[in-house]
């Protein structure tokens, strides 16, 4: 069992600065790949950016060079560094984990990651 649990959300101007953190608790050594995702209201939840176990790092495009994703193995704790953010990238968002090394672990298939965080809103004013 892993837990997850998101923090650092808020409320930034457009151009400006966030950074997520999700605190990993549980069976800590049994995570294989994790990421994270968004999603609005009435929306479909969509990859931002994962990581596997070997620090290899995929994010989507809407993000690329202005997101960074990282994770600190001492203390347990998964990082979305957030910078230029836009008006478009508000949306509740969630940290995710998976242990099984057989699945792609690929953001784009939010179903394959099996634990989830309760999320945390970013909110991005114009």
């Known amino acids: ?7 650092g959300g808020g409320s ?3 151009g400006g600065s966030l950074r997520l953190s999700c605190s990993i608790s549980g069976n800590t050594a049994s995570v294989y790949c994790m990421g994270w995702f968004r999603q609005g209201p009435g929306k479909i939840r969509e990859g931002v950016a994962g990581i596997l176990s070997d620090g290899t790092s995929d994010y989507a ?10 994770k600190d193995n001492i203390d347990n704790i998964l990082y979305l ?6 008006p478009e990238d508000a949306n509740m968002y969630y940290c995710a984990a998976e242990t099984s090394t057989i699945g792609g672990c690929n953001i784009n298939y939010p ?6 965080g309760q999320g945390t809103q970013v909110t991005v004013s114009s």
Request: zero cysteines.
């Open 1 to 7: 069992q892993v837990n997850l649990a998101e923090s």
């Open 12 to 14: 930034v101007q457009a």
């Open 61 to 70: 495009d809407s993000v690329k060079g202005r997101f960074t994703i990282s």
């Open 81 to 86: 560094q957030m910078d230029r953010l836009k």
């Open 111 to 116: 179903l394959e990651y099996t634990f989830w």
